[in-house]
């Protein structure tokens, strides 16, 4: 081994060495920061040389700078990601309903169809009361303001849904903007052998958050990079340095409608999305919502056909035949936002047709049909009374929301396993990089002292050919 050699090898020690010392504090000082993985410097032989005398070492060096990740686990925690980002947001959004609706047994809509139907239960014992009447109009007010009020509810539900779609989209696009972005630093870089590892850490941390906001299946390429599956319709938004932005556009009712550039046709896709939180919310606003409306206006439907024919099978204080109670009639196909109590009863009391027999003021044979309703079983409420319709209408969302509340608590458990395994292949431990800390610092000194020698070896060569 030459002299050259000698000093080659500890040289190339030194500078392995120091690049191993920086690389565990550079994994020390990122151990907190989010989407950080750790870094493990390869270290390997420099190829020997040949020479006259043989084949000499050289040294070492340093081979890679690799990042610690497990593809599988990235792949499983994603696909698990989208999940867990439509039970957030369906979660969230229905439990936000419960203020509106309140529980079974103290909603509003139940309470006033019972204060209402009380108030009739009053009137039968004094029919010709004014004051009575006066009462049973407003029990009906309310009853009707009920509904309306329950339905406006909803409908501003399905609109908060709908803007937090729009924000959804919109931070989609710039994710993957930023994406196509990133595919191209990266492979710039290392095209002309440069590490990419920070770009990369980018590039997943954004990976990672686009699972969670529409559940995708993320593709990497043997040239480093990614492109970005939709689940279900199997659109690529991003492909390589490729993206098609979602775009959006209102439909009749107002609402918006999620589209994708297919080969220059732009195709709804909004009936497909159901992963990730823009998943969960679209399913809340299309689903779940449009579902609870149709049951209030199912609801309201058989309350205004029911009462209103009961009530025009009596007579009221006039000796007149009974008109609607509750207006409209017929109610069309959304009762629930305009139904009200008949302008004209509200007017005039003596118009409430108690009476089953005309001229009689004081009959109140047609308040018994009305109160029937109070348990009547209605065929276009599958056989349900108005009562036990609304109970399971109520029962129905809180089941709705206990069952979201579950499924979320199972993902997030999901999750966080799945998030635990990679923080212990990507995580930093402030431990193991203190030992590697002390471990290449004695190699680093060692080295130095190798250099030392050699030098006093090499300087004891010259001094003795001198003399």
Known sequence: MTIFSQFSIGRSALRA??????????????????????????????????????????????????????????????????????????????????????????SELRGSLSSFFDSLEELVIQADSKVIRGTVVSRAQDFAATIRRTNRGLVEARQAAD???????????????RLQQLNREVVGLEAIGQQATDLRDERDSLLDEISDLMGVRVVEASNGQVSVFLEGSGDAPLAGVNQRALQVQKDSDGFL?????????????????????????????DDDIVGYQDQ?????????????????????LEGNAGGS??????????????IEVNPAIVANVDLLAASGVPGETGNSDNLHGLLSLREK????????????????????????????????EASTVIVGSLDAQRQKVAGVNLDEE???????????????????????VTETAIALIRN
């Not at 109670?325 to 305009?338: Q, V, Y």
């Not at 969302?397 to 069952?403: A, K, T, W």
């Not at 471990?439 to 190798?450: D, H, L, P």
């Open 17 to 106: 060495f120091r690049v191993a010392m920086n690389n565990a504090g550079y994994n020390t000082a990122n151990a907190y920061t989010p989407g950080f993985s750790r870094r493990r410097i390869e270290l390997g032989a420099i190829p020997p040389v040949r020479t006259d005398g043989g084949v000499t070492s050289v040294g070492v060096q340093v081979q890679s700078v690799k990042r610690m990740r497990d593809p599988f686990l990235d792949l499983a925690f994603r696909r698990e990601s989208g999940r867990f980002g439509a039970d957030v947001a369906r979660s969230k959004s229905l439990r936000s309903l419960e203020p509106i609706l309140g529980g079974v047994e103290n």
């Open 434 to 456: 203190a030992v590697d800390l002390v471990k290449f610092q004695q190699a680093y000194e060692a080295a130095a002292r190798y250099m030392q020698t050699v030098n006093r």
């Open 325 to 338: 109670l509750f207006i409209p009639d017929p109610p069309g196909s959304s009762p629930a936002s305009s």
């Open 296 to 316: 209030l206006n199912s609801f309201a439907t058989a309350a205004i056909e029911e009462i209103n024919a009961r009530h025009k099978e009596g007579y009221d």
């Open 163 to 177: 803007l937090e779609i729009a924000a959804s989209v919109d931070r989609i696009n710039a994710v993957l903007s």
């Open 257 to 285: 409608r999620i589209l994708v550039d297919r080969s220059g046709e732009m195709v709804d896709l909004t009936d497909t999305l159901r992963g990730g939180r823009l998943g969960g919310l679209l399913r809340v606003r």
């Open 377 to 408: 079983d209605i065929a276009s409420l599958e056989g349900r009374s108005l009562a036990g319709y609304a109970a399971d209408f109520l029962a129905g969302i809180g089941s709705d929301v206990l069952e979201s509340t579950v499924s979320l």
